[in-house]
C-alpha cells in the first residue's frame, strides 16, 4: 500500500527550505509513500534543483496562511493558502494525511472546516508523544481546548487508545488522567466526573497521573485538558532548555571543564540524542475526517521528516479507522455523539 | 529581632531523625532564632542527644497526622497533634511561623482553621519558588486550590508580589499570568478576565507567560490556577529526576564512560547544586493570619533547614504586613474583600 502525504510547504519558521529537503528525503528513504508538495510554484521548485522523482509532485497554492493570522481570516480569506489546498487534497482523496508546520489555530480551524469531525468526536484534539523513564507516552490534549468537559476527556482517551492501538499494534494500551493526586478524590468536578467515565468505558483506565508520572511511563495514553497539557509540556521544554544551556555554561567555564567536556562528549552525545525532542516532533490532530499532524513551527529538516513518518505511519496502520471503531463500540453504552 | 519557628517534627517521610537534626542546625547557624520542637517527648529527646541550647524548647504533642489522613478528620479528632500545637503557637504569639513537612491537606486545613485569613483575602496559595535561567521566580498556586476564580487570581499576583517584595526587597517586582500563548486573546475565561483585572490592578503586570516563560525568568511572580500549577511543578520534577537518572546511566555505560565521569565530576557537581531542589524546599501557604511554610514530605536536614530559613526570613521581614498593606492600598478600587 502506497500512501500520500500532502506537505503543505509554506509553514513554519523555515518554510520551503526546511520543508522541501525533509519531503525529498522522506521519499528517497521509503519506497512506499508519495508527496504531493503544496506551494508557492516559485519558491518551491528552485529547492528541487531539477530533481525528477515520480512520487514527488507539485502543486501550486498563491497564498500562504501567515504565523499570527487569525484562524478565522485563514478560513474566510485564503481560500487558495498551501494549508487549504493541502488539506482540500486529503477530503479529495488524493492525499492520506496533511502536513504541516504552520499556524497552530489556522491549521486547527481549516482543517476542521475542510475534513469535519468524526462521528462521534466533538472536539479535536492535539496529540504528541514525550519520552519517559521506560520509553513513551502519547498525550492529550495540548492547547485545543481549553474547556474541556468530562465527556470531551473520554473521547480523548478514545482516540489516544485508538491512535496508540493502530500504529503500536497494542491492543489495551493503559490510559490515564492527568490529575493533581492518585486518590480518587483529588482534582476539579471535571476530572472527578472524568474518572467516572473512563472506569465504566471498557478502556484500560489506570487511574490518575500526576505531573512527574507522565515521566514515569505509568500510562501510554495521558488525558488532560488542554490548557493543562499545553502548560505541562511548555513548562518541560522550558526546564529542558535550561538545563541543557546550564550545563553548556558548566562545562564551558575554563580550560579543565572544556578537557573534561572533550573527553565526555560522546556521553553527553548519546545522553542528547536520546531525548532529542527533534525525534518527538509531530503532534496528531485527532478527531477529524483525515489525518493531519503539526509539525513544530521551529523544526528543520530532521524534525519535519520525523513529523512525516509519523503521518505515514498514521496513515499506514488505519489510525481513522481504528477510532471510529472504538467510538462505535462504545456508542451503545454511551451516546457520545449526543453530549454537547 | 529575634524570631521563633514552630516545628512539627513528627511531619514527613524521615519524621524527627531529620527535623530535629535541622533544628538544631538552624539555631546553632543562626543567632537572632529561636525554634519550639514539637511532636512526641519521647520521640524528639533521644535526638537532642542531651543538648542544651537555651533557643530550642521541646512541647509535647501527644498525636500525629498521618500522610494520607482525611484533613477534615485531622481537625476534628487529633486536637493534639504536632502539627496543631504547631500552629497553636503561632496563633498564641508565641511562634513567628511554623513549618511542617507533613499532609499538605491537614496542613492547609488545620493552618486555615487555627489561623483564619487575612482580611481581604478569601484562599490560601501554596507559593514556592523555582529556579530560571536568571535567578528564580515565586509561583502560586501549586494546588491549594483547583477552581479559582479571576478574583483569586488577582489576590494571589497581590500576596505575591507582597511576599516579593518583602524578602526580596524589591519595589515593584514583576507579576505574569500563567496561560497558553502570549497573545490577550489566548487562555479560557478565567484567565482572559484576570489579565484585565491584573491590568486594573495598579500591579507591575507584564501579561501572560507560556510554561516555557516559567524558567526564562519573564515575570518574578507568575499566578495560576492551583491545578495547572501543580502539574506544571510535577511535570517539571518529573523531567528533571529522568534526565538525572538518564544521564548517570549514560556516564555508567562502561569503563570509558566511568572514566569520562570522573574527569566531569567538579562539572556535574556544580550543575547539580545550582538546581538542587533542596536548596528550593519551603513552599509558603500566603494568605492566612501567620506565617505557615510546607516543608516536601522526603525532605532531608539540608532541605528541611532550607524551609526553615524560609520561615524565619518570611518572618523577619514582615511579609504578613506587607501583604495587609497591599491589599489595603487595592481595597479603594476594587472590592476584593467582598468577593465571593
Known amino acids: 500500500m502506497t500512501v500520500t502525504v500532502a506537505i503543505d510547504c509554506m509553514g513554519g519558521d523555515h518554510g520551503p527550505e526546511v520543508t522541501v529537503r525533509a519531503a525529498l528525503e522522506f521519499v528517497r528513504k521509503q519506497d512506499d509513500v508519495r508527496a504531493i508538495l503544496v ?52 477530503r479529495n482523496g488524493e ?48 492547547g485545543a481546548n481549553v474547556d474541556c468537559s468530562p465527556e470531551h476527556l473520554l473521547q480523548f482517551a478514545i482516540m489516544g487508545v485508538s491512535l496508540v492501538g493502530a500504529i503500536e499494534h497494542r491492543e489495551r494500551p493503559g490510559v490515564g488522567l492527568l490529575n493533581i493526586g492518585e486518590e480518587d478524590i483529588k482534582g476539579n468536578d471535571v476530572v472527578k466526573r472524568a474518572a467516572e467515565l473512563l472506569k465504566d468505558s471498557g478502556l484500560n483506565f489506570v487511574g490518575n497521573v500526576e505531573g512527574d508520572g507522565l515521566y514515569r511511563g505509568e500510562a501510554d495514553v495521558v488525558v488532560c485538558d488542554g490548557f493543562v497539557g499545553n502548560v505541562a509540556l511548555k513548562a518541560s521544554e ?16 575554563n580550560l579543565l571543564t572544556r578537557l573534561a567536556a572533550l573527553i565526555s562528549r560522546p556521553v553527553i552525545g548519546r545522553f542528547k540524542r536520546r531525548f532529542d525532542p527533534r525525534r518527538y516532533n509531530g503532534a496528531g490532530l485527532l478527531g477529524l475526517c483525515g489525518i493531519v499532524v503539526k509539525s513544530h513551527g521551529a523544526a528543520d529538516a530532521f524534525a519535519f521528516g520525523h513529523a512525516l513518518d509519523y503521518a505515514a505511519d498514521a496513515a499506514r496502520t488505519g489510525v481513522l479507522e481504528s477510532i471510529s471503531r472504538r467510538i462505535a463500540q462504545l456508542a451503545p453504552q454511551r451516546p457520545v455523539a449526543e453530549v454537547a
Open 238 to 253: 522550558g526546564l529542558a532548555q535550561m538545563l541543557a544551556v546550564s550545563l553548556r555554561q558548566e562545562f564551558d567555564r
Open 39 to 90: 506551494g508557492v510554484d516559485e519558491k518551491i521548485r528552485p529547492l528541487l534543483g531539477g530533481v525528477v522523482e515520480p512520487r514527488l509532485t507539485l502543486r501550486h497554492a498563491s497564498e500562504v496562511v501567515s504565523m499570527d493570522e487569525s484562524p478565522a481570516l485563514a478560513i474566510r480569506a485564503k481560500k487558495d493558502s498551501s494549508m487549504r489546498v493541502a488539506l482540500d487534497a486529503v
Open 95 to 142: 492525499a492520506d494525511a496533511c502536513v504541516s508546520a504552520g499556524n497552530t489555530g489556522a491549521l486547527m480551524a481549516i482543517s476542521r472546516f475542510v475534513l469535519k469531525m468524526l462521528p462521534g468526536i466533538d472536539r479535536p484534539a492535539i496529540c504528541t508523544v514525550l519520552p519517559t523513564m521506560s520509553g513513551h507516552v502519547h498525550v492529550l490534549d495540548l
